[in-house]
């Protein structure tokens, strides 16, 4: 009983700290942060929201589809890596910013089909993170 006890009490803990993992773009700095008590939407850190994860898909909040997210990357359209949390780089990471307050978030537009997903790809792309964040948010 102890040890069910002692159990759920680390897993109680480690859920805590998994709400929100930070995004970092080539250069290590952070770009968004994924809120998954939030139904995995992606915020950029001026609190406004641009996407969402749907299974392995990154989808804007106007349906359009930005990539993937693969054991913790986020890849293109190319499969090239254009964002990735800390635990999945081998780069410098940054200290994250503070976090603005949330913003109103969209409503999600119906979704777009996803193109076939390339594999293979383990460099990254020198396109910028945040651009193509913001994409999912241009009507």
């Known amino acids: 009983m102890k ?3 002692t ?8 859920t805590v700290h998994a709400q929100e993992i930070a995004l970092f773009n080539k250069d290590g700095k952070a770009i968004a942060y994924i809120d998954t008590k939030d139904e995995m ?3 950029l850190y001026d609190g406004k929201a641009v996407a969402y994860i749907d299974k392995d898909n990154v989808y804007g909040f106007n349906g359009q589809h930005l990539g993937w ?5 986020v890849r293109t359209h190319e499969g ?3 964002g990735s949390t800390k635990e999945a780089t081998t780069r410098y990471t940054q200290y994250e910013p503070y976090k ?4 109103y978030k969209p409503y999600k537009a119906y979704k777009s089909y996803p193109p076939y997903k390339v594999y293979g790809q ?4 020198d ?3 945040e651009e193509l964040l913001l994409t999912g948010i241009k009507k």
């Open 3 to 5: 040890l069910l006890y």
């Open 7 to 14: 159990l759920a009490i680390l897993f109680a803990c480690c």
């Open 41 to 43: 939407s992606v915020y």
């Open 69 to 73: 997210y693969d054991k913790g990357s």
């Open 80 to 82: 090239k890596i254009i």
């Open 100 to 103: 603005s307050y949330k913003q």
């Open 122 to 125: 383990s460099d990254w792309t």
């Open 127 to 129: 396109d910028s993170f």
